[in-house]
């Protein structure tokens, strides 16, 4: 028989209002997969004709996903991971981490099928080495080879007659010694995110820090050899929260981004008394809200604009009225990435978690000291000193960011490096060079993993549609022209609309490319003549 909280349960219109939406959720996204899933290839040994051979770099989300695209559209490919499995950075990050976007507003492939509205990382995981398997990428994947030379077979994509002529010259690639041949193009995915970030805070102990920080050619003093007190507590990143220990401890946390956000969280869910965060820079925090965030993407301007308070103030209202003090001051909704979070507002307002706007001064045997400042304040113009216990630091202080280094050949010149790049992920010195998320600074909304790749695959397939490194150049510089005075650079920023609208521009600007349009914006109309063929025969046996 079932028990009172059961019947509870199911009398609740709540809980068939979940039932409802889940079902919902779940039909819409079977609907995007019957629409715009690509076939996979119909075995590990096609395409047998290839259309032409691509090398990804990274085997993160993106890679994964771009490769999939590539292959279902009858191009071979190889990824080259530096790590011993699939997942980027998700495979580095804690368990509690998750989306920030809805997911419907976050798929990374059309097959994807998500349970919930903001997954967490062991189910992002688990989709990414889905595609991987169904769309017979494992074979093609090299694990534990860090890509150190990226370089053009000689004679091939000369600079004069990509510059006059793209269609008679295109460039060949080989990748480190060359062991799996020439590739007709490049697609960079190492993504924004490198190894963690470790600030060289004084007063931190040099098992706090990167061993690349431990150089001391400066002059300077680094961990055991600083001079003062020394924090006694632990000290870890924001990654490494998993196994932490936090029970009844006072959590530092620096750095108020998202990973300081769910730093937070994370901490407080394990039992920690109370979280006090030092944050040099506020960050909007928008709801978890598909609507809401939808609307707030689809600003086209990609900056602030005279009617963008109105925005400012529909999110203040939303989301900071347990707390109206953290509305920032002196960042607009429109200058940076924004987290997205339902609950840390109210566990400030709650009392749970401290915020404090400031620059660290040097870390104690049992704190921190903070150079405090008002909310109308800029970094670093704090006049107030003051000492804020804790137990445990957690440094939320982000990412490296991925070198290029292996590229042998000059393709991202002065002016025109990330993201200063044609519709800010091609090279502009070579269309044939594909930097999908890695050129990402700040946006609201994501770059189109599938709507880029097949924007190369086009370039490979059509020598007609391909663009000079000129005319990629000038891409760039009207749009520092159209957003000049646009707080950080012209593409530092962009909403998914202003994305959008760039795209339809790709066609519009260049009618011999508008035959491509609906392949490149929805997937149809390009499925390999030997995969049906294939697939055919299988039927009839």
Not at 133 to 162: A, D, F, I, W
Not at 198 to 207: H, M, Q, Y
């Amino acid at each position: 028989m079932m028990n009172s909280r059961t019947l509870d349960r199911l009398a609740s219109p709540s809980h068939w209002a979940e039932v409802v939406f889940d079902f919902v959720y779940v039909l819409v996204q079977h609907i995007i997969i019957w629409l715009f899933k690509p076939p996979p290839p119909p075995g590990p040994d096609y395409p047998k004709n290839p259309k032409g051979r691509i090398a990804v770099i990274g085997a993160g989300l993106t890679g994964v996903s771009s490769a999939a695209h590539a292959i279902a559209h009858g191009f071979d490919v190889v990824i080259y991971e530096q790590g011993d499995t699939v997942g980027g950075i998700w495979a580095h990050v804690n368990k509690t981490s998750g989306l920030q976007l809805n997911s419907l507003l976050y798929r990374f492939h059309p097959a994807v099928l998500w349970s919930c509205s903001f997954p967490h990382r062991d189910e992002i995981l688990k989709e990414i080495r889905r595609i991987w398997k169904e769309y017979q990428l494992e074979p093609r994947t090299r694990l534990n080879t860090p890509v150190t030379s990226v370089k053009r077979v000689p004679g091939t994509g000369e600079r004069e007659r990509l510059q006059d002529d793209p269609a008679g010259s295109r460039s060949r690639w080989i990748i480190n010694d060359g062991e799996d041949g020439e590739f007709d193009a490049v697609v960079v995915t190492v993504g924004t995110c490198g190894e963690p970030l470790r600030v060289d805070f004084p007063g931190l102990r040099s098992s706090a820090r990167d061993a690349s920080e431990e150089d001391t050619s400066d002059g300077g003093k680094h961990g055991g050899e600083q001079e003062g007190e020394m924090f006694e507590g632990e000290v870890i990143h924001s990654s490494e929260l998993d196994n932490a220990q936090l029970e009844g401890k006072h959590v530092l946390v620096i750095g108020s981004g998202a990973s300081g956000v769910e730093a937070v969280e994370t901490a407080l869910d394990k039992g920690a008394t109370g979280c006090t965060m030092i944050a040099r820079d506020d960050k909007w925090i928008i709801p978890r809200n598909i609507v809401l965030d939808t609307l707030i993407a689809a600003q086209p301007f990609g900056r602030e604009m005279p009617l963008s308070c109105v925005w400012e103030r529909t999110v203040a209202w939303w989301n900071y009225r347990a707390a109206p003090e953290l509305v920032p001051a002196r960042r607009g909704l429109f200058e940076g990435t924004p987290v997205v979070n339902d609950e840390f507002v109210r566990l400030v307002g709650s009392g749970r978690c401290g915020y404090v706007r400031g620059d660290v001064e040097r870390f104690g045997r049992g704190g921190v000291r903070v150079r405090v400042r008002g909310r109308e304040d800029g970094p670093g113009e704090g006049k107030e000193e003051r000492e804020y216990d804790g137990d445990v630091v957690v440094l939320a202080t982000g990412f490296k960011k991925p070198a290029l280094s292996f590229f042998k050949d000059d393709l991202f010149p002065e002016g025109y490096d990330r993201p200063n790049l044609y519709l800010q992920n091609f090279s502009t010195e070579d269309w044939s060079v594909l930097m999908t998320n890695s050129a990402y600074q700040n946006a609201i909304g994501t770059v189109h993993i599938g709507i880029y790749m097949r924007i190369l695959l086009v370039f490979l397939m059509d020598p007609d549609a391909r663009p000079t490194p000129k005319d990629m150049k000038l891409w760039v510089d009207v749009i520092r022209f159209v957003k000049r005075g646009a707080r950080g650079g012209a593409l530092s920023f962009f909403t998914y609309m202003e994305l959008t609208i760039w795209l339809l521009l790709f066609h519009v600007f260049r009618l011999d490319r508008l035959k491509w349009m609906f392949f490149i914006m929805q997937g149809w109309g390009v499925y390999p003549a030997e995969y049906k063929e294939a697939r055919r025969a299988s039927a009839c046996t």
